[in-house]
């Protein structure tokens, strides 16, 4: 599976979080056509972005246990965009490769975690 079509894929899981249409472990897995084992390890890899996902027994459902916007978001600067001067709000991000929610910024490459990386 590429990056592309995993980031592809977790936004699918959120929506269905979003609008509490999960159902069941198994439910969900049968939805998104993997093992019930991989199905946990992508809510595993949501919940370590920091979303805040809660299971309902009683409704058999993945919920957020408080409001999350969920972004997907890749910048790749090109020689041409190192040379815009701007104002101290740009943020320069060279050859990185970001996902971004709305709680953090992770980039994708060599394990950094932080909002405000170094150019």
Known sequence: MTIFEKLNLLERIHNLINRKATGSPEQLAQMIGYSKQQTLRLIGD?????????YDRERCTYFYSEKVDFKIQI???TDKEKNIKGGKNI?????RHFLASSRNIFELENGFKGTSPNP
């Open 75 to 77: 910048l790749i600067e």
């Open 91 to 95: 943020i320069f991000f060279r050859q």
């Open 46 to 54: 949501l919940k370590a972005l920091g979303m805040p996902i809660d």
